[in-house]
């Protein structure tokens, strides 16, 4: 089930839009001030944002522009009664990938949310991701295909490898990763995350990742 945050400070929208996105399926952590927001932010893992702007505490603008600065890459959507150019260039600059406009249809905030979560992953429309000549990433299910069989990865891995496929030919710091694998509860270990990624390794082949001493990993893709 797909995981969302609402941060919506007006109790009886909070309350609507959660009982709305609930009945068609999805989990939906609402909350109603900014700092509340973010503390749910570094303890839970989100597939989609659905942030206020004007809200108590931290705004929805510097929530999610905090947020991307310290890796969170769930794509977002501002609920917003703001309409110049200039709040939504500074929506869209804070890290937003959509935004619908106060008074909205609940029908058309579904249509966003799915939208949005089809092509969240880094706006390819393609389902498989070519890694080598037999190996491929499957979007949607986070498998690899080797030369057409579907090979499960275990839950840190799987989680590791959506990053590396999110940040192709980029150094991901090992406290990007770290904040990435493990959950607020659970302890990082660098030990477990060199596991990690020897077990991806064994699998994709170890050109694939680059250990950037001191720095973190990086992925290239062989094909």
Not at 69 to 92: K, N
Not at 170 to 190: A, G, K, N
Request: proline residues 2%; aromatic residues 8%.
């Amino acid at each position: 089930m797909r995981k969302i945050l609402l941060l919506e400070d007006d109790t009886n929208l909070n309350e609507t839009v959660t009982e709305f996105l609930e009945e068609n399926g999805y989990e939906v952590v609402a909350v109603y001030d900014g700092y509340e927001a973010q503390e749910k932010l570094y303890e839970t893992k989100f597939d989609l944002l659905l942030l206020d702007i004007n809200v108590p505490g931290l705004d929805g603008l510097e929530l999610l522009r905090q947020s991307r600065q310290e890796g969170i890459v769930a794509p977002a959507i501002f609920i917003t009664s703001m309409d110049s150019v200039d709040d939504l260039e500074r929506g869209f600059e804070s890290g937003c990938d959509d935004y619908i406009r106060k008074p909205f249809a609940l029908k058309e905030l579904l249509i966003r949310v799915e939208t949005l979560l089809k092509r969240s992953f880094f706006h390819e429309e393609k389902e498989m991701i070519a890694i080598t000549e037999n190996i491929d990433y499957d979007i949607k299910t986070g498998e690899l295909v080797i030369d057409g069989k579907s090979v499960t990865l275990g839950n840190k891995e799987s989680r590791l490898m959506k990053l590396f496929m999110k940040h192709k030919g980029e150094v991901i710091s090992h406290e990007r990763i770290y904040r990435h694998l493990w959950d607020y509860e659970e302890e990082p270990s660098d030990s477990a995350l060199r596991t990690y990624i020897k077990n991806l390794r064994k699998i994709i082949g170890k050109e694939s990742i680059v250990s950037i001493k001191k720095q973190g990993y990086k992925f290239v893709a062989q094909k």
